[in-house]
C-alpha cells in the first residue's frame, strides 16, 4: 500500500469517527477511562522527564555561557525559554507517543485481531466513533494539561539544579525567569502540543485499527505507528515554528 | 428468515463466493457447511454486513439488506446477535459487563432491570457465579457461553454463530449445539451457524447449506445428508470409516432397522 492510499484511510476513518453517540453515557465512560489511562498513566514518566530536562538545561547552558560579561540570570532565561518552546511540548510528545501511541496501537489491534470491533460492529456500534473519537478527545485534553506541567517541573529541575550544583543562586534564577518573559511563547507552546496531541493519538490509532493478521501484526503495527508519530511530531514541529515564530 | 440471492464476493482476483443463493428459515438452525476455504465466513461476513457483496442481494424479513442505509443497518444489527469462533469477548470487562455492555449501549432501563436481564441470560447459558470473572479466567466452552448470552441478551431475531464448537471437546460441543437449538426454537430466531462439526451437522441440522470454491453445492437436513448420493458432500461428511458406520446405522434405523440402541446393545 502506497502512502496516498494510507492517508485516503487515515482521513476516511477521522471522517468516519464523527458520528452521533449511540449511547452519551457510556461514551463519556470511556472517555473518561481513556483521560485516566492516557493522563494519570503517562505522569510519572513525564514528571521524571521534565524534572531532568531542566536541571540538564540549567548545567549545560552554564557550561557555555563563560563570558563574564553575561549575567547569570541568563541561564535562567535560556532555560525558561527553551523548557517551554521546545523540550516540554516537543520531547514530552515525541515520549507520549511511545509511551500512549504504543498502547493506542496494540489495544485497537487486540481488539481487531480478535474479532472484538467486529463484535461490536455487528451490535449496530460504529466503532470509530467508539473506539477512536474518545482516544483523540481524551489525548487533546490530557496531553496539553501535561506540556504544561512539564513546563513547571522543568523549570523547578532548572532552577533545583542551579543552587544544588552552585551554578547560581535561586533569587537570581528567579529574577531571570522574569527577564523578557513572553507570554506568547506559552501560546505557541499550547499550540504545539494541541497539533502533538492529535498526532500521537490518530496515527497509532489508525494503525492499530487497520491491523490484519495476528499477535506478530499487532507488535509490527504499534512500532510502526510509534515511528510515523515521531517523525510527524518533528515535521509539524518544524512547520509550525517556521509559520507562528 | 434471511434469503440471499446470487451472492458475488471477490478478494483481487480470487474469487470466493460464486453466485450463491439460499433461504435461511426462522425457528431453524441453519448450518453452512464445507471444507476450508469454500467461502463459508466469507458468506457469514457478507450476511451480517462485515463484508459488502460484490453483487447480490440480501433480504432481512422481506427488507433488502444490500439497499439499507448505514443508519437502517445500525438498527436492524441491533436485532442480530453473533457469537464469534474465538468468542470476541471485552478482555477488560468481565461476564457481567460482557453481556451488560449491549444493554448499557442499546436501551435505557435502569441498573436493577438491567441487571435482571443479565442474571436471566446467564442462568439460560447455566453460568451462575460466574459474574465477576474475567474471560481470562474461565474456559473456553464457558466464554463460547458468555459469548451465547451476549448476543441473545437483547432478544435478537437473527442469531450467527461462526464455529460455535471450534477449540471444544464433544461434551462441551454437545452442550453448545443443544443450547443453540434450545434458544432458536424458545426465541423463534433465524439462526446461522457456521461449521465444521459434523457431529453439529447431523445433530442440529434444520437446514444445511453446503458449499464447494464458493458455490452451492447442495442443501437439505441431517435426515437427507444420510441418503443423499452427492458424491462430494458424502466424502466431506463422513470422512472416517466411523463416521461411514455412523451413517450405515443411521440409514438402518431410518428404513425402520433395529434401533440404535438395539444394534449397540451387548451381545449375551
Not at chain 1, 472484538?116 to 482516544?135: C, F, H, R, S
Not at chain 2, 457483496?53 to 437502517?72: A, H, L
Not at chain 2, 451465547?148 to 461462526?162: E, G, Q
Amino acid at each position: 500500500m502506497n502512502f496516498f492510499t494510507h492517508f485516503g484511510r487515515y482521513l476516511l476513518m477521522l471522517k468516519g469517527m464523527i458520528g452521533k453517540p449511540e449511547n452519551a453515557k457510556v461514551y463519556w465512560k470511556e472517555f473518561m477511562h481513556q483521560c485516566s489511562d492516557i493522563g494519570i498513566g503517562s505522569l510519572g514518566i513525564v514528571s521524571i522527564i521534565s524534572l531532568f530536562m531542566g536541571a540538564v538545561s540549567t548545567v549545560q547552558t552554564a557550561y557555555q555561557l563563560v563570558s563574564p560579561l553575561i549575567s547569570k540570570s541568563t541561564i535562567a532565561q535560556i532555560v525558561r525559554d527553551t523548557v517551554i518552546l521546545e523540550f516540554a511540548p516537543t520531547l514530552v510528545c515525541i515520549v507520549l507517543a511511545g509511551v500512549v501511541g504504543s498502547k493506542i496501537a496494540s489495544e485497537l489491534g487486540n481488539m481487531r485481531v480478535s474479532e472484538q470491533i467486529d463484535a461490536l460492529e455487528i451490535m449496530g456500534i460504529n466503532t470509530k466513533t467508539y473506539l477512536i473519537m474518545p482516544k483523540i478527545a481524551a489525548a487533546m485534553i490530557t496531553i496539553p494539561m501535561m506540556v504544561v506541567l512539564a513546563m513547571v517541573l522543568g523549570i523547578y529541575g532548572g532552577r533545583l539544579a542551579g543552587s544544588a550544583s552552585n551554578i547560581l543562586s535561586n533569587d537570581t534564577f528567579d529574577k531571570g525567569l522574569m527577564e523578557n518573559f513572553m507570554p506568547y511563547n506559552v501560546t505557541f507552546s499550547l499550540i504545539k502540543a494541541y497539533t502533538f496531541a492529535f498526532i500521537i493519538s490518530s496515527i497509532p490509532a489508525y494503525f492499530g485499527y487497520y491491523v490484519k493478521g495476528g499477535s506478530l501484526e499487532i507488535g509490527r503495527s504499534s512500532t510502526k505507528s510509534v515511528v510515523v508519530s515521531c517523525i510527524m511530531i518533528l515535521l509539524a514541529d518544524y512547520a509550525l515554528a517556521a509559520l507562528l515564530l | 428468515m434471511i434469503e440471499f440471492k446470487n451472492i458475488r464476493k471477490s478478494f483481487g482476483d480470487k474469487v470466493v463466493l460464486d453466485g450463491v443463493s439460499h433461504v435461511m428459515e426462522t425457528g431453524k438452525t441453519n448450518l453452512i457447511i464445507g471444507t476450508s476455504g469454500s467461502g463459508k465466513t466469507v458468506l457469514q461476513k457478507c450476511l451480517v454486513g462485515l463484508f459488502e457483496p460484490d453483487e447480490g442481494e440480501i433480504i432481512y424479513d422481506g427488507v433488502s439488506f444490500t439497499d439499507m442505509t448505514e443508519d437502517d443497518r445500525k438498527i436492524l444489527r441491533q436485532q442480530i446477535g453473533m457469537l464469534f469462533q474465538g468468542s470476541a469477548l471485552f478482555d477488560s470487562m468481565t461476564v457481567e459487563e460482557n453481556v451488560k455492555f449491549p444493554l448499557n449501549m442499546f436501551t435505557s432501563d435502569s441498573h436493577s432491570k438491567k441487571m435482571a436481564r443479565v442474571n436471566e441470560v446467564l442462568e439460560r447459558v447455566n453460568l451462575v457465579g460466574s459474574n465477576k470473572k474475567f474471560p481470562a479466567e474461565i474456559s473456553g466452552g464457558m466464554k463460547k457461553r458468555v459469548g451465547i448470552a451476549r448476543a441473545i441478551v437483547l432478544n435478537p431475531k437473527f442469531l450467527f454463530c461462526d464455529e460455535p464448537n471450534s477449540g471444544l471437546d464433544p461434551q462441551t460441543s454437545m452442550v453448545i449445539d443443544k443450547l443453540i437449538k434450545e434458544l432458536t426454537v424458545e426465541y423463534n430466531i433465524t439462526t446461522v451457524i457456521n461449521t465444521h462439526d459434523m457431529n453439529s451437522v447431523m445433530e442440529i441440522g434444520d437446514n444445511i447449506l453446503y458449499m464447494v470454491k464458493g458455490k452451492k453445492e447442495w442443501s437439505g437436513n441431517s435426515q437427507e445428508i444420510i441418503f443423499s448420493d452427492n458424491k462430494q458432500l458424502n466424502e466431506f461428511i463422513f470422512a472416517s470409516e466411523f463416521l461411514q458406520d455412523a451413517k450405515s446405522m443411521r440409514m438402518m434405523e431410518a428404513k425402520g432397522h433395529e434401533s440404535r440402541e438395539e444394534i449397540l446393545k451387548p451381545q449375551k
